[in-house]
């Protein structure tokens, strides 16, 4: 599934780009500078391609794939089309996919989305109905901090590293209902928190 991989994969792509740089042969791939001189750049635009289909799931009241609204393959072809040119390569390398034109309101929800990550209240903790929403909500933080330290004059590096860490193996079930998911979310759960290191910990439980 592309979408699904797309958004699992953004957290793991990112802590390598945070510990490492952009590898020469990644580079060469996405037409990029090796090592930390696109970082930041291919970062956010991994931030923002990854956060999409969390934030549409969210705005469309968190109901099975996006209330039947959109078919993950057409939000995946519109996060293809919105994405800037190294976002685009980004998704094409790890998914294979290009992509079509977006309505109008698929775009509305992106300028939405990335709003969000700029604005560090957007994701704060709050009531939440189900550990499911719990896991979104943590992955959407991570995000939008991710973003927000990629944009800085000078990247926190060791802090991108750490949100990622901690946030690449929560778990994502865009395609299962309701309580299926919250059967399967519990032990999702306690898989990412059991294989976090320290840091990463303490990153969760503050932002849970």
Partial sequence: MTLH???REGFVAIR?????????????????????LDAARLVQHIAVASAFPRHLRVACGRRRWFG?????????AATWQLS?????AWIEDRTGHHGAAADGTLRRHWADSLGALRDEGTFAARSRPSRAALAEDLALQGLA???????ADRPAW?????????????PILFEYPGAIAGLLYRPMLRDAWTGAGEAARTWLRDHR
């Fill in 158 to 170: 060791q802090t991108i590293e750490v949100v990622a860490d901690a946030c690449h193996r929560l």
């Fill in 145 to 151: 901090q991710i973003y927000r330290s990629a944009t």
């Fill in 68 to 76: 039947g609204r959109w078919s993950p393959a057409e939000v995946l």
């Fill in 5 to 7: 991989r797309l958004a």
């Fill in 16 to 36: 390598s780009i945070a510990r490492y740089g952009v590898i020469p042969a990644e580079a060469r791939d996405l037409g990029c500078a090796p090592g930390h």
């Fill in 84 to 88: 800037d040119p190294l976002g685009r």
